[in-house]
């Protein structure tokens, strides 16, 4: 009798350490989980705001302004537009 | 031996019984006791528990992003912080304060202010602030004040496409626009999470997660966002120069339905909304009901046409230049002894139009603008887009059909308008109209047969030709069809004698169309100059060009440059 119940209490014993093992070994991996998940968040952001940058810069107003004042362009005068037929060639 | 010769003192047996019994009983008790809390109340019992430690935590979520069909941004949210305390706990030098106060933005009175009320323990201080400048608070160490993280909607297109898009309220709910009429798949579900804290408020562990924040979905929609700017700033040119009150625009892809561009003069940047005012913010494309004017006698002489009785060349007689219905008299600017159906269309005569009217059965007419899609809302998603007036057509007096014959008496939205008119973009199909890019070429509804929607397709040609009332629609390098309109409004029932409404309506390349255009521009202050010919006609010729270059369409017409002041500008009266 005395055997059995040592030997069920070195069971008890293991059986605990191991739910506390991995109740540990589960936090941990939660916790990177949680890292991982912020990372991905942060870089949307990131995205986001490049998006949001890209479109600010990218303003069709703005690259009118810059392409009409600073690099002095305009729009093509009809008399030096030529059309190329695509099969003339042939 | 007795037991009193021993010195013991015989107990009764019910002593020993009663202390036994009432043990029995306390323990029975604590019994009890333990069960009803182990078992009955053990729930509110372990919540209580776990209050002393764990946290449930909202994780937010991101709302979508909305895109032009292009991929470009129009609508992006990016966190920032939002700084609050805790007025009890807040100890401050007067250094400290009017550092706080200069970093927040506020006057050191204000934030006093703020703090003042003791009692409170959740004070805003400031909403919204970068993340750089909440770290420049924290940095500050002072106690009792913290800090969470929101998100703010930015518009890079700002006033340009503000009223497609619409904006988001402080709590990040759509209020106008695509952001009210997708909110559903555009906002996103905060999720939440278990965590476990120490007395300061760290977090110490994560425990679990109860539910995964779900982000909103991005949104592509079918606006162009090079067109929408070429669009907007036309038209805002347009309404500067006639100093007019109001002006919409809106494109479309007749081959798609989609809306490459939909744009409102006044418009207000949707990254700044301190002053606005409802003007602003009428989404009149959409919204606005008007009487289209001129712009409808292209229906009602593709309804005669597609009777068989005329053709374009018939001859109408309109001698001489009026026409009395009842007590109602219809005009003509330019009165002609007769005019072809073509012609009437190119002079836009309204006696004409009316005349080829009164030939046709009510019940077909109102059928045809039924069809046309006048009368019930387009189904666009959009919130308060508007069916338009098309009263039953066993209502309708003779002089109201004539009038209706040049598009008085019944009012449409300028997007249901240049749906209309993708019948003679697609030989005769009315095409559904998308915000959201599709790609698909959907079938439309037949409204008119093939050859008609042609020959009305080759009137408006001449519309806009040396002679018509539009020729300052013509652009270099494809031809163009369309239509001028200038309406008197309608002002408390009666027309306004001196307040218009001028607009235009066309499509190109005519030899295979691909876009619709439609111009209106209210109440233009020109003396003289408030025709659809002359202050929508421009407008439309600047934005067809500069849509048709963007989209690379082919050219059907020479490249010769136009004299915008060839021709004599043919006037008319609606």
Known sequence: MAKLNLLLLAVLVACALGLVTSQHKARKLFSALEREHARARELDIDYGRLQLEASTWGLHSRVEKIATGALGMRPVDARRVRIVERDAGR | ?574
């Open chain 2, 1 to 574: 031996m007795s037991a009193a010769a021993q010195g013991l003192v015989r107990l009764p047996v019910w002593r020993a019984r009663f202390v036994l019994a009432a043990l029995a009983a306390a323990f029975a008790v604590l019994a009890a006791r333990s069960l009803y809390l182990q078992a009955m109340r053990t729930d509110f019992l372990q919540e209580k528990g776990d209050e002393r430690y764990s946290r449930v935590l909202e994780v937010p979520a991101t709302r979508g992003r909305i895109l032009d069909r292009n991929g470009d941004a129009l609508a992006v949210s990016t966190p920032v912080k939002s700084v609050w305390a805790i007025p009890g706990d807040v100890e401050l030098s007067r250094a400290q304060r009017n550092k706080l106060a200069a970093l927040l933005g506020l006057e050191p009175a204000e934030l006093d202010r703020k703090l003042s009320d003791k009692s409170r323990d959740f004070v805003y201080l400031k909403r919204q602030i970068s993340p750089d400048t909440a770290e420049a608070v924290t940095a500050l160490g002072v106690k009792g004040i913290y800090e969470h993280p929101e998100y703010r909607r930015y518009y890079p297109g700002g006033e340009v496409t503000a009223h497609v898009v619409g904006f988001t309220g402080v709590d990040d709910a759509g209020q106008e626009g695509v952001e009210l009429a997708h909110q559903a798949t555009l906002g996103g579900k905060p999720g939440s999470r278990r965590v476990i804290k120490d007395r300061l408020g760290h977090i110490v562990e994560d425990v679990e997660s109860i539910r995964a924040a779900q982000d909103g979905t991005d949104l592509q929609l079918s606006i162009d966002s090079k067109i929408q700017s070429i669009a907007y700033s036309a038209l805002k040119a347009a309404v500067e120069a006639n100093r007019a009150k109001a002006g919409g625009i809106v494109v479309l892809d007749a081959r798609s339905g989609e809306i490459l561009a939909l744009a409102n003069v006044p418009s207000f940047n949707p990254n700044n909304r301190a002053r606005l005012n409802g003007a602003q913010l009428r989404n009149r494309v959409v919204t606005d009901l008007f009487e289209p004017g001129s712009t409808l006698k292209p229906f009602t002489i593709a309804l005669a046409l597609e009777t068989g009785r005329i053709g374009p060349s018939t001859l109408v007689p309109t001698a001489p230049g009026t026409l009395s219905i009842a007590s109602y008299t219809i005009r003509d600017v330019h009165p002609a002894a007769a005019l072809t159906v073509s012609q009437v269309l190119q002079k836009s005569s309204n006696v004409g139009a009316a005349k080829i009217a009164l030939a046709l059965p009510r019940e077909a007419m109102w059928d045809l603008f039924r069809r046309e899609g006048f009368g019930t809302a387009p189904e666009i998603g959009f919130p308060g887009a508007t069916g338009g007036k098309l009263r039953p057509w066993k209502t309708w007096k003779p002089v109201e059909q004539a009038t209706m014959a040049y598009g008085h008496g019944i009012s449409v939205s300028l997007l249901q308008l240049a749906r209309a008119y993708t019948v003679f973009a697609r030989d005769g199909e009315l095409v559904p109209l998308s915000l959201v890019k599709t790609g698909a070429t959907p079938g439309g509804e037949k409204v008119l047969s093939s050859q008609t929607a042609r020959e009305v397709r080759a009137m408006l040609e001449l519309a806009v030709q040396p002679g018509g009332t539009g020729p300052r629609a013509r652009i270099m390098g494809w031809r163009v069809a369309g239509k001028t309109g200038t309406a008197h409004k309608l002002e408390n029932g009666a027309y306004a004698t001196d307040k218009y409404l001028a607009s235009f309506v066309g499509l190109a390349p005519a030899s295979a169309p691909r876009l619709v255009v439609a111009v209106m521009i209210d109440e233009p202050a020109g003396r003289n100059n408030y025709y659809g010919g002359t202050v929508a006609a421009p407008v439309f010729a600047q934005v067809m060009q500069g849509a048709l270059r963007l989209l690379g369409v082919p050219h059907d017409a020479p490249l010769e440059p136009i004299d915008p002041a060839e021709g004599d500008e043919a006037r008319e009266s609606t």
